[in-house]
């Protein structure tokens, strides 16, 4: 009876298990056009929201998207209110001390320094400007070990903040992926410009798991790498970053 009683609760617990992994509940800010954002009707949106649709219907699990902030985003997934991170995070060696990532998604994305139109601003030699960055990212690092000597380095909880802080004069530039800022000075009817040289750091951007997660990992690797054989993540870069690619087919 012993043994019918212990075989059973471990059949419960594989099933509890098998059951919670049908759906794959992804993290995401929902505050990082193209990636990620919350549309007009107030429904999340973007790349990373379409080709985490995309995963879940290859795997034949069903998504369920949980919003964070970004600077908890990883503290969030270590805790297990999530799966997977999915917002437009860019795969470094800092960040893999604390979590694993999958095979990226979109390859390395230059960063890019945008300011008002005509500012004129001396990036080579900068000295006095105040440097807008959205906090924990690979370019307030950057910003961090690069300008902070003779700069101020401001740090803003979205990329949508550090944007109004530049149009409203509070920051003299930002420094952000390029990805993200091509559509801000398109709609910027011509007050905002991007000038200086790329700025290479992070490498590539991928989904972030926990680090005992290692069958899902797994998992979510062979559907990338499917949907990158068929195309699919292709056209969904083309489609939500103005006809980008194609980087992971020919």
């Avoid at 990620?36 to 795997?59: P, Q």
């Amino acid at each position: 009876m012993k043994k019918v009683i212990l075989a059973a609760a471990a059949l419960a617990v594989l099933s509890t298990a098998a059951n919670a992994q049908e759906t794959l509940r992804i993290g995401t800010e929902g505050a990082y056009a193209p990636w990620n954002f919350v549309n007009d009707a107030g429904e999340l949106a973007g790349f990373e929201i379409d080709l985490g649709n995309a995963i879940c219907e290859h795997t034949g699990m069903t998504c369920e998207f949980v919003q964070s902030e970004w600077d908890p985003i990883i503290p969030n997934l270590v805790a297990g209110n999530y799966d997977v991170i999915m917002a437009g995070m860019s795969i470094t060696d800092e960040r893999l001390e604390t979590i694993n990532f999958t095979q990226d998604y979109f390859p390395p994305d230059p960063s890019n320094y945008i300011a008002a139109t005509g500012a004129g601003i001396d990036i080579e030699n900068p000295s006095g400007l105040r440097i807008g960055v959205q906090g924990n990212t690979i370019q307030a690092a950057y910003a961090e070990e690069n300008f902070a000597a003779d700069n101020t380095i401001v740090s803003f909880a979205t990329f949508d903040q550090s944007i109004a802080d530049l149009a409203a004069g509070n920051v003299d530039v930002v420094l952000a992926d390029g990805s993200s800022l091509d559509p801000v000075v398109e709609n910027s009817g011509g007050a905002l410009e991007m000038f200086g040289p790329d700025v290479m750091v992070g490498g590539g951007v991928g989904g972030g798991v926990r680090k005992e997660d290692t069958e899902l990992l797994a998992t979510l690797d062979e559907a990338l790498t499917a949907l990158k054989a068929d195309g699919t993540v292709d056209a969904l870069i083309a489609e939500w970053f103005d006809g980008a690619g194609p980087f992971y087919t020919e």
